[in-house]
């Protein structure tokens, strides 16, 4: 699933190719994606500039003037691609652009949805901090943490706590800084916090550097694949010896997820200070 190193990688690469231009058709060829009153949004929106492409959290933004935004989730299988895919029956809708730009929506599992919204800032307004921006302290990531008994994996997972970050870089993060998947998140110490906060922006911002992870069917919009997944110490390692222990990794279910550990470098209740 793209998550915030994808979605960001995804959103540089068509910036300065959409950014500037106009709206002129919104094609839909799978009219299940679109959330909301399509018929009244949909005439909103066409013509209309395109002033920006943003993020917040895993969701890319399309800012267009007057206000209206395209709210972009991609969901398991969706991906942006620049050229119509071959065979190109999973595409789920198309935009097109002013200057001949094309953006298909191609998606495996129609989990995807496209949004358009009048009111940017509601629509994202539950959604947890941003962990990348300057204002994201491990003092912050302790008071989201703070209120919640659930695994610290699951914590992380919930987008309300933090913005962004999905399975496979809270299995990295985790790993990085020597938590046990299952801590509760509320019990984290000070030290743990910090290691955590640390951690989550490292993996976030060298996955981001490596232009996402190509682990299943993420590619880049030129049809590029990401080389993230290399630098995985345990996402997907599942049996692989620890990159510092040699342990093998192994996976426990964390709220219905898989959660891949070092069983050896990640203890149960490894309160380091
Ligand atoms: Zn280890």
Redesign the pocket.
């Known amino acids: 699933m793209p998550e915030l190193p994808e979605v960001e990688t995804i959103r540089r690469a068509i910036e300065p190719l959409i950014s500037g231009q106009h709206l002129i058709n919104l094609e839909l060829r799978d009219p299940s994606i679109l959330r909301g009153d399509t018929s009244t949004l949909r005439s909103s929106i066409i013509g209309k500039l395109v002033t920006g492409v943003s993020r917040r959290g895993k969701q890319l933004l399309l800012v267009l003037e007057g206000g209206w935004a395209i709210v972009i989730h991609l969901r398991m299988t969706g991906a942006l691609l620049l050229e119509e895919p071959d065979p190109s029956r999973r595409v789920r809708a198309v935009l097109h652009l002013s200057n001949g730009t094309r953006l298909y929506f191609n998606d495996i599992r129609r989990l995807g949805t496209i949004a358009l919204v009048k009111d940017l800032d509601g629509c994202c307004r539950r959604l947890g901090p941003e962990p990348l921006t300057g204002d994201f302290t491990p003092d912050i990531l302790r008071q989201c943490l703070a209120g919640h008994r659930i695994p610290v994996k699951a914590a992380l997972l919930d987008q309300h706590i933090v913005a962004g970050v999905g399975n496979m870089y809270a299995d990295e993060a985790l790993y990085e800084a020597n938590i046990h998947p299952l801590t509760p998140a509320n019990e984290l110490s000070p030290g743990q916090i910090s290691r955590l906060w640390e951690a989550i922006r490292a993996v976030l911002q060298r996955a981001i550097a490596c232009q996402g992870a190509s682990i299943a069917t993420y590619a880049l919009p030129s049809g590029e694949r990401g080389t993230a997944h290399n630098l995985f110490n345990v996402a997907h390692k599942k049996d692989a010896p620890?990159p510092?222990?040699g342990?093998p990794i192994t996976r426990v279910m964390v709220r219905k997820r898989g959660a891949s550990f070092?069983p050896?470098?990640q203890q149960p209740g490894n309160h380091l200070g």
Request: charged share 15%; aromatic share 0%.
């Open positions: 620890c510092r222990c342990t070092c050896s470098c």
